[in-house]
């Protein structure tokens, strides 16, 4: 079983859409949790950093962190052709390297 | 503020030979990581430099190795290279070590072994 299990998709919305994207994961060690969006041949950019559970919000997105569930979430409010992309969840337990999902791809249609 | 810089940016090599990518971080950035993304595997995690010494190692056998300088640049080997060495070879830096902060990737290099 791999640490991190996030939901290859591809998951296909309407523009105006709130999307959920979604990672679950076993080690209860992990403290730092991130969001990465990743359009092709191009790099990962970092959306979105939660420390420990809770909510944070910027902009459209808003990240949720379960420790309790060991669940994270995205979501993205009024989503635009310009979201789609692949989404990765990753996370590490500090100074220790960083584990990542497997990645959804997100086609949002005009 | 320039990003993370990778070069170069596509590589074609033959089985058996070798190969070395570079890697220049965000400038004030100490710590340079290392990731090798497959459609398969995703993104699996090779190996940590900071300060110069190599903080954190994945699971790769020791044909994979790397390097940071003085300046915080970096560099990565592949010796006798594989078909399944094809991938795309990532490089992300951070303020501090582990990432804790975020990492800044870089675009990376597309390795293609033939």
């Known amino acids: 079983q791999k640490e991190v299990e996030q939901d290859p998709g591809p998951l296909s919305v309407p523009e105006g859409a709130i999307v959920s994207l979604n990672c679950t994961y076993s080690n209860s060690a992990f403290q730092y949790f991130m969001w990465y969006r990743q359009y092709s041949r191009k790099g990962p950019e970092l959306l979105m950093y939660?420390?420990?559970?809770g909510n944070k919000e910027d902009g459209r997105f808003t990240a949720q962190v379960d420790k309790s569930s060991k669940y994270i979430s995205l979501f993205i409010r009024d989503s635009q052709p310009s979201d789609s992309a692949t989404y990765l969840c990753?996370?590490?337990?500090?100074?220790?390297?960083?584990?990542f999902g497997q990645g959804t791809r997100l086609t949002i249609n005009p | 503020k320039a990003g993370v810089t990778q070069t170069p940016r596509y590589l074609i090599k033959t089985r058996g030979q070798q190969v070395t990518l570079s890697c220049s971080p965000i400038?004030?950035?100490?710590?340079v990581s290392w990731y090798q993304q497959t459609p398969g595997q995703g993104l699996q995690f090779l190996f940590e430099?900071?300060?110069?010494?190599?903080?954190n190692k994945g699971n790769f056998p020791g044909r994979f190795s790397g390097r940071q300088f003085s300046n915080s640049r970096s560099e990565m080997n592949v010796s006798t290279l594989e078909l399944g060495d094809s991938a795309l070879y990532l490089c992300a830096s951070s303020l501090g070590q582990g990432g804790t902060s975020g990492y800044t990737f870089g675009s990376g290099t597309r390795l293609t072994v033939v």
């Open positions: 990753a996370m590490n337990q500090g100074a220790q390297k960083l584990v």
């Open positions: 939660t420390y420990s559970s």
């Open positions: 400038s004030g950035h100490r710590s």
């Open positions: 430099y900071f300060s110069e010494t190599q903080r």
